[in-house]
Antibody
């Protein structure tokens, strides 16, 4: 069945850029029926949607993060990626990638990765 | 402060029923589908309900969802200790042009 796996550094310095990759297995990221997205969860807090991307490269971002976020897709590797710049301690969180059925920026998230813990600290 | 309002916590005894509310506005719940997620301790969220009341394959009918105007509700019947988890509602907000989650509700099965 479809599986998503996040990968990337667990520790990043303040002011630097976070880069995470989500590898999709058991299915194609080129499916016309899905968007792919990133969601994060700071320690002890709730969920926050970061953004979503279609295999064609069409993106939607959370307005509160839009100036710092870039989401891209590599269909040849069946992966999509997140870059978040100008990091502060407030960006410390577990970052999840997920599949979003339907056309449009976000209808719901039906398959989630296990999450990648990212700590922003010098 | 979350755009969608959920009670921080609810509790009930095993075998009982609990209701978790999610309150929003016309720009989100009022005009878009609601989904619900269960997050067991230390794990990723799991989809419980989509499009207000639909259950994904494998989700028992113990879980049910509904929506009325600008509020949504998740009902959980026949509570078991394994249902101890955080529950989140979510939907698209057309005014914000952003997906929004509720603040989450911690369910304790006493």
């Amino acid at each position: 069945q479809l599986q998503l796996q996040e990968s990337g550094p667990g520790l990043v310095k303040p002011s630097e850029t976070l880069s995470l990759t989500c590898t999709v297995s058991g299915g194609s990221i080129r499916s016309s029926s899905y968007y792919w997205g990133w969601i994060r969860q700071p320690p002890g807090k709730g969920l926050e949607w970061i953004g979503s991307i279609y295999y064609s490269g069409s993106t939607y971002y959370n307005p509160s993060l839009k100036s710092r976020v870039t989401i891209s897709v590599d269909t040849s590797k069946n992966q999509f990626s997140l870059k978040l710049s100008s990091l502060t301690a407030a960006d410390t969180a577990v970052y999840y990638c997920a599949r979003l059925p339907g056309l449009g920026p976000a209808k719901y998230m039906d398959v989630w990765g296990k999450g990648a813990t990212v700590t922003v600290s010098s | 402060q979350s755009v969608l309002t959920q009670p921080p916590s609810v509790s009930a005894a095993p075998g009982q029923k609990v209701t978790i509310s999610c309150s929003g506005s016309s720009s989100n719940i009022g005009n878009n589908y609601v989904s619900w997620y269960q997050q067991l301790p230390g794990t990723a969220p799991k989809l419980l309900i989509y499009e207000n009341h639909q259950r994904p394959s494998g989700i028992p009918d113990q879980f049910s969802g509904s929506k009325s105007d600008t509020s949504a509700t998740l009902d959980i019947t026949g509570l078991q200790t394994g249902d101890d988890a955080d529950y989140y509602c979510g939907t698209w907000d057309s005014s914000l042009s952003s997906w929004v989650f509720g603040g989450g509700t911690k369910l304790t099965v006493l």
